[in-house]
Every structure is written in C-alpha cells, then in structure tokens.
C-alpha cells in the first residue's frame, strides 16, 4: 500500500522560511517524477513545483520562481520544498504528489498535506 506523507508546514512570519518534506513508501520512489501543489481556501489546487525521477529536471510555477527550490533524495525516498522568502499568499495546504512522468497531469499518489500559514 502507498503512503504518501508530508511535514514541516507551520506558522512563519512574511520574509521566513519554512522546509516541507515528504516521505512516500510502499513504492519505488525513484522510478516516479514528484511534485508540489498547494491548495488555499476557496481556491482550485495548483502545482508549484515538480521534480524527475533522476532529480535533474524541475519546475517551477512563476510565483515561487526564485523563493523555492525543490529536491529529493532517493536513498531516503524523501522530497523537499525550501520556501524562502515566505510571502502571506503563500499561505495555503501543501500537498506532495508522486506521477509515473514528468510529463503526466496526472498524479497517481496523493498525501494528506501538511498547512503553510504566512503571518503579515
């Protein structure tokens, strides 16, 4: 069975940083392609950063370009997001999610998520 599990979301002050991970078990982490999204009340889920199996390809959505940077380890199947810079309208549940492509809108495993509130 695949789990999928983040941490390190919390509350930071604007200009903060935050570290988010993501273990995912039950699966051959470095055979999928992960990625990011975060979903803030009353708005539709959106991916904010994306990483290959390998971790040499990654993405980033243009309002985190610069502030967070994206990584995995593959021997520990963990995945990181360093969020610098913090901004409040970063605040929102941030979601990790593993696809069988880089190029797949589709992600075949979520988790449960874990909150980002940025204070002002």
């Known amino acids: 069975q695949v789990q999928v599990v983040e941490s390190g979301g919390g509350l930071v002050q604007a200009g903060g940083s935050l570290r988010l991970s993501c273990t995912a078990s039950?699966?051959?982490?470095?055979?999928?392609?992960m990625a990011w999204f975060r979903q803030a009340p009353g708005k539709e889920r959106k991916e904010v950063s994306r990483?290959?199996?390998?971790?040499?390809?990654?993405t980033y959505d243009d309002s985190v370009k610069g502030r967070f940077t994206i990584s995995r380890d593959n021997v520990k199947n963990i995945l990181y997001l360093q969020m610098d810079n913090l901004r409040p309208e970063d605040s929102a549940m941030y979601y990790c999610?593993?696809?069988?492509?880089?190029?797949?809108?589709?992600?075949?495993?979520w988790g449960q998520g874990t909150q980002v509130t940025v204070s002002s």
């Open positions: 999610a593993a696809a069988r492509s880089v190029y797949s809108s589709d992600m075949l495993y």
């Open positions: 039950g699966l051959t982490f470095a055979d999928y392609t």
């Open positions: 990483i290959s199996d390998s971790g040499r390809a990654k």
